[in-house]
Nanobody
Framework: QVQLVESGGGLVQAGGSLSLSCAASGGTFSRVNMAWFRQAPGKEREFVAAIAWIGGLTYYTDSVKGRFTISRDNAKNTVYLSMNSLKPEDTAVYYC?????????????????WGQGTQVTVSS
């Protein structure tokens, strides 16, 4: 079973920056994509960004394009999310996820493993 551990969340003012990390360990399935999702109170979990483990192709939801950057370090089994120009509407619990198939990487049901989440709060 793959274990994913997120870190780096916190409280930041609007316009500020935060970086999240997700370290993967254990498990044997072939990791196709790694992604970040987020869930705000009372809302469904939504896709933020994904990156192909091999090749590094990236995907972003429209609301974060130009502000967030997803990257990975294969040697460290770690995926990162750099978040700039943060807005109050970015406030949510951010989850890291790993996918072992080539299904739509923006759909949470297509992911096999999830981290415990890290809180990001952006104050206005």
């Amino acid at each position: 079973q793959v274990q994913l551990v997120e870190s780096g969340g916190g409280l930041v003012q609007a316009g500020g920056s935060l970086s999240l990390s997700c370290a993967a360990s254990g498990g044997t399935f072939s990791r196709v994509n790694m992604a970040w999702f987020r869930q705000a109170p009372g809302k469904e979990r939504e896709f933020v960004a994904a990156i192909a483990w091999i090749g590094g192709l990236t995907y972003y939801t429209d609301s974060v394009k130009g502000r967030f950057t997803i990257s990975r370090d294969n040697a460290k089994n770690t995926v990162y999310l750099s978040m700039n120009s943060l807005k109050p509407e970015d406030t949510a619990v951010y989850y890291c996820a790993a996918q072992s198939t080539t299904q739509n990487p923006t759909m949470p049901q297509n992911y096999d493993a999830w981290g415990q989440g890290t809180q990001v709060t952006v104050s206005s």
